[in-house]
């Protein structure tokens, strides 16, 4: 079983949908959960940290649930420029050693 | 200021060849990582230097693989010989080390390697 779950998608969605994905993760003792994005060939890049308590970044909004080891992202108006993969990410230390999810795809269509 | 530059972007070498890959990571980060991506998986972690000491090689997948980070800056990862199933793009990453750890490492484009 894989440490970190995603649906790999893809998910195509009109422009101005919202879009939500969900992840799992088996290590109990995860203390730190991630979004990163990567665009096609590119590298990836931290798009926002996860919080117990839910938190938003403009139209992104994450929320934590330990209780059932899971994480979501939720992207509201969705654009063109959203179209990427999102890694779902996890860490059980402070030391830079991530767990990473095979990531989701997402295109948004004009 | 410059990102983390990885050498090279592409290489294409036969089984039982010898590559180096080299990292320049963002200067002033201690921290420097490789992780590696294979056809079909998830990104994962090799190892971590702190400076020029190996803090964490847990992901290192055998003794084919030797990394290294002489004074502290920029790391190179050999991989002597090559198999197939090292095919992959391998992604140097670095952060600094803070008080707070805010979880963002900087990734660099990496390097894509082809094993016929």
């Known amino acids: 079983r894989k440490e970190v779950e995603q649906d790999p998608g893809p998910f195509n969605v009109p422009e101005g949908a919202t879009v939500a994905f969900n992840c799992t993760y088996s290590n109990s003792a995860s203390q730190s959960f991630f979004w990163y994005r990567q665009d096609c060939r590119k590298e990836p890049k931290l798009l926002m940290s996860?919080?117990?308590s839910g938190n938003e970044d403009g139209r992104f909004t994450a929320q934590l649930n330990r209780a059932s080891q899971y994480i979501s992202l939720l992207i509201r108006d969705s654009k063109l420029s959203d179209s990427a993969t999102y890694l779902c990410v996890v860490s059980s230390s402070n030391t830079g050693k991530l767990i990473f999810g095979q990531g989701t795809t997402l295109q948004v269509k004009p | 200021e410059a990102g983390v530059t990885q050498f090279p972007s592409h290489s294409v070498i036969e089984k039982g060849q010898t590559v180096t890959l080299r990292c320049d990571p963002i200067?002033?980060?201690?921290?420097l990582y490789w992780y590696r991506r294979v056809m079909g998986k998830e990104i994962k972690f090799l190892l971590h230097f702190v400076k020029e000491s190996k803090q964490d090689e847990s992901g290192m997948p055998n003794n084919r693989f030797l990394a290294e980070r002489t004074g502290g800056t920029y790391s190179t990862l050999k991989v002597q010989p090559a198999e197939l199933e090292d095919s992959g793009v391998y992604f140097c990453?670095?952060?600094?080390?803070?008080?707070?750890?805010?979880?963002?490492?900087?990734f660099g484009e990496g390097s894509r390697l082809t094993v016929l």
């Open positions: 996860v919080y117990s």
């Open positions: 990453a670095s952060s600094h080390t803070g008080a707070r750890w805010t979880g963002e490492l900087f």
């Open positions: 200067s002033g980060h201690d921290n």
